[in-house]
């Protein structure tokens, strides 16, 4: 099945620095991507659909200027949150699906802790 | 705007219990539903999916029918197992949102032996 991999699987920085996620498809081509933001016991909330080549789309709420999300390349993208504060700390996760496909897969997510 | 609604949780049930899981939505248009699943420490799963209406979606003997009645897409399990354990979420898309996922608040379901 489709795989889809997040690295780093857990993060602490220190407050004011800034953190680089990537989610890459292992074994298909994803021309959209999604980073989403998951609270404990809390369920997923979407930040932003990338899809390869152009700007992010961010949802209402989520600071463009701070969640900086890249997609370079159809098997990579990167979630870097620019000036990190504690309130950042958070389980981010990524999915990725192919043009015209219903199905998204997800990466096992990160975990950002903000000292 | 669209929305999913899930049965608070946490469950917890005794193995080869019979399970249900409560999701409703609410949506403009025609959504397809799905449900995933997450096993501690790993990322979410597609479990089973329905596109249209009366769909039955089915997978490792859950089961989930599109009601568009009563805007539901409850899961069931007629025996559960430990291994069954994890975090159940309901989600839909809609054709016209790209593939974007609204995605249910989550329940935690505990199997023991």
């Known amino acids: 099945g489709a795989v889809v991999s997040q690295h780093p699987s857990r993060v602490i920085c220190k407050s004011g620095t800034s953190v680089k996620i990537e989610c890459r498809s292992l074994?298909?081509?994803?021309?959209?991507m999604f980073w989403y933001r998951q609270f404990p016991k809390q369920s997923l909330m979407l930040m932003a659909t990338?899809?390869?080549?152009?700007?992010?789309?961010?949802e209402q709420g989520v600071e463009k200027d701070k969640f900086l999300i890249n997609h370079a390349s159809l098997t990579l993208s990167t979630l870097t949150v620019t000036s990190a504060h504690p309130e950042d700390s958070s389980f981010y996760i990524c999915?990725?699906?192919?043009?015209?496909?219903?199905?998204?897969?997800f990466g096992p997510g990160t975990r950002l802790t903000v000292t | 705007g669209n929305s999913v609604t899930q049965m608070e949780g946490p469950v917890t049930l005794s193995e080869e219990a019979f399970l249900t899981i409560n999701c409703t939505y609410t949506?403009?248009?025609?959504?397809?539903l799905f449900w995933y699943v997450q096993y501690p420490g790993e990322g979410l799963q597609l479990l089973l999916k329905?596109?249209?209406?009366?769909d039955k979606g089915s997978n490792k003997g859950f089961e989930a029918t599109y009601r568009k009645e009563t805007t539901s897409f409850h899961l069931e399990k007629g025996s559960v197992q430990v291994s069954d354990s994890a975090v159940y979420f309901c989600?839909?898309?809609?054709?016209?949102?790209?593939?974007?996922?609204?995605f249910g608040q989550g329940t935690i379901l505990t199997v023991h032996p």
């Open positions: 949506a403009t248009g025609y959504p397809s």
């Open positions: 999915s990725a699906r192919t043009s015209g496909a219903h199905e998204q897969y």
């Open positions: 074994d298909f081509q994803a021309t959209t």
């Open positions: 989600a839909l898309t809609l054709g016209t949102s790209y593939g974007k996922l609204t």
């Open positions: 329905a596109t249209k209406a009366d």
């Open positions: 990338s899809n390869e080549g152009s700007k992010a789309t961010y």
